[in-house]
């Protein structure tokens, strides 16, 4: 892809300085259209199958291809009118050992972003659906990467799998990424928001990074949840906190919680 020389700088700024913001030359005026939109889900599609081939080829897929393709993603979206602001990425790039990701979950475009930053700090996995395991050519990517798919319609299946898939994700090398919430929202409901991913992390013994997310520049689609109407008019905001201590899990998810709401909060006012 064309944006390969533009990846490394990406991950040497955020190494440098643990936070990115697009470039104003990089970012053209749209507003938010069918057209628009249409166009990134179709470069991005385009973006997605031509490296799911090159994983099926491959039978495998590295972190640092998975992390190229992520990046491709953002900067297609940054072609649509998308503004990124991405801080707190020193938390996850100078990782010294696995860590669990906590974060809210706004939107598809995280899942797609994330991984250009956090394989720049190690290996990566995710807690998903499990339908996106079967996702048309997309599958052939996510299935190299050690994910943990949950089903969503038995909780105590799905603790089972996170807390068993997740250990031993982590125990060989994989820091984990989990929201844990029953769905996609643009806004924060605490009540909805699990303390799976904090028991997670204090069963394997590792820190948690919170992750505040404010993704709504991608809408949740009407009919196909997936594919929502692009808004360049809302940034795309990406926080990374500092680690937390996981040895008492409820503390820790009320930190997480706490981050999360504060940084929301910030950015409504902004």
């Known amino acids: 892809m064309k944006y390969i020389k533009e990846y490394k700088n990406f991950a040497n700024i955020l190494q440098a300085q643990g936070s990115y913001t697009t470039p104003t030359y990089c970012n053209v005026p749209l507003y938010k259209s069918s057209l628009n939109s249409l166009l990134f889900y179709a470069k991005t599609g385009y973006n997605i199958y031509v490296n799911s081939m090159e994983a099926k080829k491959q039978g495998w897929y ?105 250990k031993t994700n ?54 196909i949840k997936d594919f929502g109407l692009l808004n360049p008019q809302k940034i795309v905001r990406f926080e990374f906190g500092k680690p937390i201590d996981s040895s008492k899990p409820k503390e820790a998810h009320k930190k997480v919680v706490s981050f999360i709401r504060e940084r929301l909060n910030y950015w409504e006012n902004l």
């Open 62 to 166: 590295s972190d640092q291809q998975w992390g190229q393709t992520s990046y491709n993603i953002l900067r297609i979206a940054e072609e649509r009118g998308a503004i990124f602001d991405i801080k707190g990425a020193e938390y996850c790039v100078e990782r010294q050992s696995p860590v669990v990701f906590i974060g809210n979950h706004m939107s598809l475009i995280e899942t797609l972003i994330l991984p250009s930053i956090i394989t720049l700090g190690g290996k990566g996995s995710f807690v998903l659906k499990e339908s996106l395991t079967r996702y048309p050519a997309f599958h052939y990517i996510i299935n190299t990467t050690h994910p943990i798919a949950v089903g969503r319609s038995n909780p105590r299946e799905d603790l089972k799998a996170v807390l068993g898939g997740g």
């Open 170 to 223: 982590i125990e060989n090398g994989h820091s984990v990424v989990i929201f844990p919430q029953s769905t996609r929202t643009t806004f924060f409901d605490e009540k909805e928001f699990n303390t799976l991913g904090a028991k997670l992390a204090s069963k394997a013994g590792v820190p948690i990074v919170p992750l505040a997310l404010k993704t709504d520049f991608m809408g949740n689609g009407t009919y």
